[in-house]
Every structure is written in C-alpha cells, then in structure tokens.
C-alpha cells in the first residue's frame, strides 16, 4: 500500500493564507449585518424589522445575509447571545473592585438586576421583547445565550463554598442558575409590581437569606 504524498509546505501555507481571508471577509459582512441590526432597533426602539431593511441598512445582498443566518431569528440570537456575553464581562470587572467573596457575588445580583429592569428610555427590545419570547419558546437557546452570566456566578458561588459561607447542601452551580433566574425574571416584571416596584436591594436581600448562613 503506497503512503499518502503528504502537500508541499508552501501549498499548505497558501491555502491557510487564503482560509484565513476569507474567514476574515465572512466576519466583516457579518458584524455589518449586526451593526445594522442594531441600529435600526435603536432608531424603533422594537425588534418590529425585516431582513430586507438589515440588508439595506448593512448595503449588503440578501444571498450574503443567508449566507451567514437561517433568517432574522437566528440574527436577533446572534445579537442577544454578544449582548449576554458582554453583560457577563461588565459584571465581571465590576466584582473584580471587591474582594470579599459576598460582596463580589452583592456587586454582580445587585448590577445584573439594574441592568435588566425595563427601561423605556433606553430602548432595548433585545431585553424587554426578544428575550422574553425566546425564555417561552426556544428555552435551549436561552441556556446556551445565558452561559457567560451562569459561568460568572458559578465562579461567585465557588468561592462562596470555599469561604465557608455557602449553605450547606448547595451546589454552586445549582444556586447560580437559581439567582440568575431569580434576579433577571423580578428585574423584568418589576414595572409590573404597582407603586412599589422591587428594588436592586431588596433582590440581594431575598437572595442572600436563601443561600448564605443567617
């Protein structure tokens, strides 16, 4: 049995050179197409758009569009999963201020809470309309597109476990999805509680007596 001729040096560089291209093109027309997005929510404070106005709005073809998205669903993913992610890391350099393990994981409740209440002043429909709808109908992508917050919290968690003060048969990754969810679902209805809407606050406090000694 003949061995493989294994490809000169320089073809293989060459094909790489050239993957790398075009890879780099294919990230350039799809950070167009979000930046478009975006732009067009923050002028209709809705996720109310077409894909033919984000492939105007981006001055791309509508075949580069499907090149890169099944359609608008996956985009508006694409948008809320980059949004979640730097959510993640703004509460990260936020706890890194403090280095007492329940004060890093106060930081991150208190500022992840005031981050998601609804604010009609600040347009974010990804948050008051998408997430919302993508919670009740695709809760797998939810899961996926929260991965950074939970992985954060679990982190808070740990070190809560390993300072002693995390309750006794809590698992840290367990009481973080419990405080994800508790913080983001309170934060989103809280418009909705009459003239004494829960404060950032109050959540820790519920929070904290739930899962810390007392």
Not at 69 to 78: C, I, R
Not at 166 to 175: D, I, N, Q, S, T
Not at 206 to 211: E, L, Q, R, V, Y
Request: proline share 5%; charged share 25%.
């Amino acid at each position: 049995m003949s061995t493989p001729i294994e490809e000169p040096a320089w073809k293989q560089r060459a094909v790489e050179r050239s993957t790398q291209a075009a890879k780099r093109r294919a990230e350039q027309r799809v950070e167009r197409f979000l930046d478009a997005a975006q732009a067009i929510m923050a002028d209709k404070g809705t996720t109310g758009f077409t894909v033919q106005e984000v492939v105007d709005r981006s001055k791309q073809s509508l075949r580069s569009f499907y090149q890169h998205f099944d359609g608008k669903h996956e985009l508006l993913l694409a948008l809320f999963e980059d949004a979640m992610s730097k959510s993640a890391e703004q509460l990260r350099t936020a706890v890194a201020e403090h280095s007492d393990p329940l004060d890093r994981l106060r930081v991150a409740v208190q500022t992840l809470f005031e981050n998601s209440c609804p604010d009609p002043a600040a347009k974010r429909p990804l948050f008051t309309d998408f997430a919302l709808r993508l919670l009740v109908s695709h809760p797998n992508e939810t899961r996926v597109a929260n991965a950074p917050l939970l992985a954060l919290f679990t982190e808070l968690m740990t070190d809560l476990e390993e300072a002693g003060v995390l309750r006794e048969g809590f698992e840290p990754r367990r009481a973080a999805a419990l405080t994800v969810q508790t913080v983001m679902f309170n934060a989103q209805s809280s418009g909705r509680t009459g003239s004494h809407p829960i404060t950032a606050d109050e959540i820790w406090d519920f929070c904290a007596k739930g899962f810390t000694f007392s």
